[in-house]
């Protein structure tokens, strides 16, 4: 069992940066591959990044590429998403997303979530 808690979402203007952290409880955590998905406001949870249990592979959706980074701290239990270059159509609910498998871009399929942070940027 994994629970996952997010912070660090909030209001930024076009073209500044900001993190996202999400927690994780669990003794487990080091197995998963961790995940980051967003949700605009009547749209579908599209998959933004992904990074493997060791750390050592990432990949991102087109979309993000270049301008987000996902990073982990087994130790701390802590996945990151530094996210620079902000665009208004990045404004969306930020979920945490755990699972065994590294190719998580199926949100139907994911293990866990977390329970998700606002990021809106401004024009």
């Known amino acids: 069992q994994v629970q996952l808690v997010e912070s660090g979402g909030g209001l930024v203007q076009a073209g500044g940066s900001l993190g996202l952290s999400c927690v994780a409880s669990g003794r487990t955590f080091s197995r998963y591959a961790m995940g980051w998905f967003r949700q605009a406001p009547g749209k579908e949870r599209d998959f933004v990044a992904a990074?493997?249990?060791?750390?050592?592979?990432?990949y991102y959706a087109d979309s993000v590429k270049g301008r987000f980074t996902i990073s982990r701290d087994n130790v701390k239990k802590t996945v990151y998403l530094q996210m620079n270059s902000l665009k208004p159509e990045d404004t969306a609910v930020y979920y945490c997303?755990?699972?065994?498998?590294?190719?998580?871009?199926?949100?139907?399929?994911?293990?866990?979530w977390g329970q998700g942070t606002q990021v809106t940027v401004s024009s």
């Open positions: 990074i493997s249990w060791s750390g050592g592979s990432t």
């Open positions: 997303a755990a699972d065994p498998s590294f190719l998580m871009r199926d949100p139907t399929k994911i293990d866990y």
